[in-house]
């Protein structure tokens, strides 16, 4: 895989809003790990903080602070409405190279279908992005 594209909320993080009104990300288990198995690859986003550029602002932020390391190049951000296959090409497009060179990893099986259906290839856990680098088994990701 060339590059890999994760959804943050309940793939990578627990999100939730401090007494401040500042967005936290909070690691899930597991995460943090499988990020440094894949730190040969070049990693990006694809998420949808909420509408307005306000709620893009926080989930900058807050990326930055849990992950920032992980997810240097900006032209692998992207936030938006996983509900058709726009993003999922734009994402394609931004990275330079072709789909079935990319992985989309989340949790939600609708949206993977739509990164599918873009030209992605797709896992459901950070941890099975890990074990396909690792190893090569197809059973974690599919075409």
Not at 7 to 28: C, M, N, Q, S, W
Not at 34 to 45: C, F, P, Q, S, Y
Request: glycine share 10%.
């Amino acid at each position: 895989m060339e590059v890999i594209y994760f959804d943050i909320g309940d793939t990578l993080a627990k999100a939730e809003f401090a007494g401040d009104g500042k967005l936290v990300f909070h690691p899930l288990p597991g995460v943090i790990e499988a990020l440094e198995t894949l730190a040969a690859h070049r990693k990006g986003i694809i998420s949808n903080p909420g509408e307005g550029q306000a709620a893009q602002d926080k989930a900058k932020a807050a990326l930055q602070a849990a992950f920032g390391k992980y997810f240097s190049e900006s032209a692998l951000i992207h936030w938006g409405s996983k509900k058709s296959t726009t993003i999922f090409e734009k994402a394609i497009k931004a990275s330079c190279v072709k789909g079935d060179a990319c992985l989309f990893v989340g949790e939600n099986a609708e949206e993977r279908q739509y990164a599918k259906d873009a030209g992605m290839r797709t896992a459901a856990t950070p941890q099975q992005a890990a074990q396909e680098s690792g190893d090569g088994a197809e059973a974690a990701v599919r075409k």
